[in-house]
């Protein structure tokens, strides 16, 4: 079974489209913008039709920065960083499903990922530690050395469905300011550039 970590964003959703994972997963760890992911990846998931599961596992009391609300850390890369979070999110995956099948669990870092674990040596790192252990689990992240660009139109996903994708690390409904809102805002824009 393969597993897709899904967010609702914009380059999880291009993975998403191209590799149609037997499920696609959100999880709700206490992220302030939680309900916006989720709604935006159970439509999503609905239009792809793709198997759409939500973990709500509350680890805001362990969070730090944008995405819970806190002061960014003096050790971040930039204010949404989450210690060990693609760890945390890798493992709740492997937690509930290593059980029922799962073979791989699919990431969407991609080659501008300012995060320490969304980049090669984490991402080579964590595989190894999730295949050392029962069930074998990979890691995959095949989007790693693509810009959000490139991934989402080397994936042939339609561009009405990214109408409903969401990227804001600040609040349920997209504030426009946050590095993600920021982010996504840009790539869409270059898309346009691109009809
Ligand atoms: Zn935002």
């Known amino acids: 079974?393969?597993?897709?970590?899904?967010?609702?964003g914009l380059d999880s959703?291009?993975?998403?489209?191209k590799f149609r994972p037997d499920i696609a997963v959100t999880i709700d760890y206490g992220q302030r913008p939680a309900a916006g992911e989720i709604r935006a990846a159970s439509a999503l998931c609905g239009l792809m039709n793709l198997r759409h599961d939500v973990l709500k596992v509350d680890l805001a009391f362990l969070g730090i920065g944008t995405l819970v609300g806190t002061e960014t850390a003096d050790i971040a890369a930039a204010s949404e960083w989450w210690p060990y979070r693609n760890q945390m999110l890798i493992t709740l995956a492997g937690m509930r499903y290593v059980a029922?099948?799962?073979?791989?669990?699919?990431?969407g870092a991609v080659a501008s990922d300012v995060h320490a674990d969304g980049k090669k040596p984490f991402l080579a790192a964590i595989s190894s530690a999730m295949i050392a252990q029962e069930g074998?689990?990979?890691?995959?992240?095949?989007?790693?050395?693509?810009?959000p660009l490139d991934l989402i139109l080397g994936s042939g996903v339609p561009k009405n469905l990214l109408g409903a994708a969401f990227s804001c690390h600040v609040a349920e409904y997209p504030c426009g300011q946050c590095r993600g809102c920021e982010k996504h805002l840009t790539t869409i824009a270059a898309l346009s550039n691109r009809n």
């Open 13 to 17: 959703t291009a993975l998403a489209w």
């Open 136 to 147: 074998g689990v990979q890691v995959s992240a095949p989007a790693i050395d693509m810009d």
């Open 1 to 8: 079974m393969k597993l897709l970590l899904y967010s609702g």
């Open 100 to 107: 029922r099948g799962l073979s791989e669990i699919m990431i």
